[in-house]
């Protein structure tokens, strides 16, 4: 085989994966139990730069989600409770294979928010998600980590994230995720990160 070959093999390749992740996403978008979640934006957030060749592939998907019994759908379109995410992760520096994450995020209120949100606001998500910069994770059992902010920063740095307090997260590997059992999976993650206190 060719070096020409070769590399059109390796983007068929990141083509079929990328259909397959569209595949999950609408199932996650579409066949939600409407009478338990709520979507504050029916897009799903992604990093994307001209500037940086990072941001010309999406390797980061993140849906947003929110528990109807945690209130009502304030006129800002949020329920002012956590933000669930379940982040679609392929992103080969941040694991070793493709992860999905499912966070809980304790905001606190969120009465004053702006309604919907920008895909482009992908890092207020995922920094902390994967406790870069700001962040520090501890692993709380085998299967959930919190993470929070390192000790001393300003305030200002709270707010560029909206004030956010600190974040649950599970993981599953996307390989054991399928169309039987995808609800199960990601949903009874969102249940038992909505239990912990």
């Excluded at 902390?128 to 390192?150: N, R």
């Amino acid at each position: 085989m060719t070096l020409g070959e070769n590399l059109h093999n390796a983007f068929d390749v990141v083509f079929k994966t990328m259909q397959s992740i569209e595949k999950l996403i609408l199932k996650l978008q579409n066949e939600i139990d409407d009478e338990c979640y709520y979507k504050p934006t029916e897009r799903f957030l992604r990093y994307g730069s001209e500037k940086d060749y990072r941001g010309w592939v999406n390797w980061s998907f993140i849906l947003l989600y929110q528990r109807k019994a945690d209130g009502d759908i304030m006129g800002n379109g949020w329920i002012n409770a956590p933000v669930y995410a379940v982040e679609i992760n392929v992103d080969p520096e941040n694991t070793t294979e493709p992860i999905i994450y499912i966070a809980r995020y304790n905001f606190g209120d969120t009465s004053t928010w702006a309604s919907g949100v920008s895909p482009a606001s992908h890092n207020i998500f995922y920094n902390p998600l994967h406790a870069q910069y700001y962040f520090v994770e501890k692993k709380l059992d085998d299967s959930t980590t919190i993470i929070m902010y390192k000790d001393g920063l300003p305030d200002k740095v709270k707010s560029a994230f909206w004030n956010l307090k600190y974040v649950y997260r599970k993981e599953l590997k996307l390989a054991n995720i399928n169309a039987g059992n995808y609800k199960a999976q990601i949903f009874s993650a969102i249940e038992d990160l909505s239990k912990l206190k």
